[in-house]
């Protein structure tokens, strides 16, 4: 249907659309071109499940068409992509047709637009304030399913809306859907219900881990996995693909109008009742009830109903902010008028009910080009790829650097120059290339080269056996030494305020500073004839650098930058001796039997301990008149706490996580690295992740919150 030649012309049809998305006359004298456009978008999606834009690119070439042929209704043709629902149809499973067509939503990416659709649905219904259920808008694959006399009879996929995939013995491979289920318990005979089949967060990575292994593709995110999985042939694969699903919405059923009954779910079976007292069938939140009740797995526990479009915007936006801490992905938020009488009286167009809206959040997904490739050194001497792109704007940020870590990612991920990649904001924080669309490739695009020897110092790179880094091994390279200072000064490490990576820098290309016993040695003279030093900026550099002369040991060991040594490890191998020149004594072994400390990090703390020039700058630190002994290390050994151990996640209320772990160990306690059995209490904040599920499956592990941990130390 598609082939490479068409697949280049209509991604490049793609893009000019979306930047000349507000040129009225080129997209109505383009617009055939446009809809050709969206069609072959959908068939990536939908048939290969191989997206080649992100959902929001999408998403913005739709509104486009549906703008302009709303502006210009003699535009429209019958087989315009707005006309219907974007097709997922294929020639492996035979075609049913669902009982209600499964339309699409509405989409809104601001507060502006939900303002907009309240205002209609108001004028609608003619009611001054509506009830609204809102639910997470779940990214996986649409089903359809339909029982019959509380038996599972059918599943479908979405398709074209009118008609789907017949799925149903794939379905039954997902254990959250139940193959019976007691409706009758509600007097109905026949029902169709609709949901999202997905795969959580940590299934997908496992998912990917192994088709790496098996030297197949990564797949781009989860719904693609959900959805690549529902096709598969062998029901047996299915299963092995440990999928969910949430069942959030009710399109059809039929009652049994001679007996009414209600469902018992404390004793797990139907009880008859008066028919008045079954009233969970009139509004989209009781329909949401029943499912629960009736052992699916809907979304009760994350909907809330509320009143008005303020109450409506504030949810949303709060969701927003916490959908990381979710264990599946969710790509927004869905709106739906709650009473179904009101559904009913608003209808729906060919396209997308009236009743219901989905409000987007940020993009975090899109495409662009890979320009060239930047190697840097960083202070341990690892040489890391970092991809120049194309500036992107993707969750509320402009992109235009992605680390690609080492050479074997970028062969994983079959990387070259001048390539169209797919990349996410994972988490809204790190971007990273989901993949290179290969297909778009027109013969011009260029390997990537790994150097040889280093790109600041030019000496040749080594790279252990054991690790996917080449490293420049010339301790005297200009790259690491800056870093390395960078990373002495950081707030983390000695904390030298007003002394920031860019002050590192200018005073090493000014010669001011060549290596970390420097800082103690500056010119201040000289750098007060500096542009941006006055006096008080000095003083404040000065005091700062005095100041760090009392920084605790701990905090030396970890701003000395020892490969593996974070700051858990560094307060570890501070207690175990009484001055740092201690460590130069202990051997590979007796580093091993410290808590948390294995033989990758006994190796590297050896080694850096056995370096003459190490050694050097250490007497040069300790002749400055930095902190070598562990004062804390008595008072800590005395505390309440003595031989406890300590984690804390989510968000404290009270204190931060720094000072709270600070308050454990005065008082004799130990900071874990994470979760384990050696691990004595975790103590819980808001917002509390993965380290909270994990706990509660150690049962030696004791969960506390903020206000119990105050208590043990007081």
């Not at 399109?251 to 007996?259: C, H, L, N, Q, V």
Request: aromatic share 8%.
């Amino acid at each position: 249907m598609y082939n490479s030649s068409n697949t280049k012309h209509l991604q490049q049809q793609s893009k000019y659309f979306l930047e000349h998305i507000n040129d009225e006359k080129k997209i109505i004298h383009n617009i055939d071109d446009l809809r050709k456009v969206l069609r072959f978008h959908e068939y990536r999606y939908y048939i290969l499940n191989d997206p080649l834009l992100s959902d929001y690119e999408y998403d913005q070439l739709y509104k486009l068409l549906e703008k302009t042929e709303k502006e210009n209704p003699k535009l429209i043709t019958k087989d315009s992509p707005t006309q219907r629902v974007g097709s997922s149809l294929n020639e492996g499973f035979q075609t049913v047709q669902h009982l209600v067509p499964m339309l699409s939503l509405e989409n809104s990416y601001n507060a502006g637009d939900l303002i907009d659709w309240d205002r209609k649905a108001r004028e609608l219904t003619k009611l001054e304030n509506i009830e609204y259920c809102i639910e997470p808008k779940f990214d996986g694959a649409s089903i359809s399913l339909i029982y019959e006399n509380d038996l599972l009879v059918r599943a479908a996929t979405r398709g074209d809306g009118v008609e789907g995939e017949d799925i149903t013995n794939n379905i039954k491979q997902i254990r959250s859907i139940p193959l019976s289920a007691p409706f009758s318990g509600y007097g109905i005979q026949q029902i169709e219900i609709r949901g999202e089949v997905i795969m959580s967060k940590k299934s997908f990575e496992k998912y990917n881990d192994w088709l790496v292994e098996q030297g197949q593709s990564a797949l781009a995110n989860p719904r693609n996995a959900a959805s690549g999985s529902l096709r598969m042939k062998d029901p047996k694969e299915v299963s092995r693909r440990n999928l969910e699903a949430f069942l959030y919405h009710v399109s059809y059923y039929t009652k049994d109008d001679r007996i009414k009954m209600a469902y018992d779910s404390k004793n797990k079976k139907p009880i008859i009742s008066h028919p008045s007292s079954v009233n969970l069938l009139a509004t989209h939140s009781g329909m949401l009830q029943m499912l629960w009740e009736c052992g699916f797995r809907s979304p009760q526990k994350e909907k809330q109903v509320v009143r008005g479009i303020d109450e409506v915007i504030k949810h949303v936006h709060d969701f927003e902010d916490m959908r990381d801490t979710l264990p599946y992905e969710i790509d927004g938020m869905v709106v739906k008028v709650n009473d179904l009488a009101l559904q009913d009286e608003m209808g729906m167009t060919t396209h997308h009910p009236r009743w219901a809206i989905a409000f987007k959040f940020k993009a975090r997904q899109a495409t662009t080009k890979l320009r060239s490739i930047e190697f840097q050194v960083g202070r341990t001497g690892a040489v890391t790829p970092v991809a120049k792109l194309d500036p992107v704007y993707i969750g509320g940020v402009t992109v235009s650097s992605i680390s690609v870590h080492n050479e074997e990612y970028i062969k994983e991920k079959d990387l070259k120059i001048g390539d169209s990649v797919l990349i996410e904001r994972a988490g809204d924080v790190i971007p990273q290339i989901v993949k290179s669309l290969s297909e778009l490739r027109d013969g011009t695009e260029a390997e990537i080269q790994f150097p040889t020897h280093c790109p600041v110092c030019g000496s040749k790179l080594f790279k252990e056996e054991t690790e996917a880094v080449w490293r420049c091994i010339n301790i005297e390279c200009e790259a690491q030494v800056v870093e390395r200072i960078i990373h002495f000064v950081s707030k983390d490490a000695m904390d030298i305020k007003s002394f920031g990576e860019a002050n590192v820098r200018k005073f090493y290309e000014l010669k001011l500073i060549k290596d970390v016993p420097g800082i103690y040695h500056l010119d201040f003279d000289t750098i007060s004839q500096l542009e941006g030093f006055g006096k008080k900026s000095i003083d404040n550099l000065h005091a700062a650098i005095e100041a760090s002369k009392q920084q605790p040991l701990n905090r030396l060991i970890y701003a000395l930058g020892i490969r593996f040594v974070g700051e858990t490890t560094a307060k570890t191998l501070a207690n175990a001796v009484e001055s740092l020149f201690d460590l130069e004594n202990k051997s590979e072994e007796e580093l091993q039997e410290l808590e948390d400390v294995g033989i990758k990090v006994a190796k590297s703390v050896y080694q850096f301990f056995h370096n003459k020039e190490n050694i050097a700058m250490l007497h040069q630190l300790q002749e400055a008149g930095l902190q070598f002994n562990n004062e804390k290390r008595e008072t800590i050994a005395a505390g309440g706490l003595a031989g406890q151990t300590f984690l804390f996640t989510g968000t404290l209320a009270k204190l931060k996580r720094s000072e709270a772990e600070t308050l454990a160990e005065q008082h004799g306690g130990k900071i874990a690295s994470g979760v384990s059995a050696k691990l004595n209490y975790l103590v819980v904040g808001e917002d509390a992740g993965s380290k909270l599920e994990k706990a509660k499956k150690i049962n030696t592990i004791k969960i506390i919150t903020e206000d119990e941990f105050l208590k043990l130390v007081q």
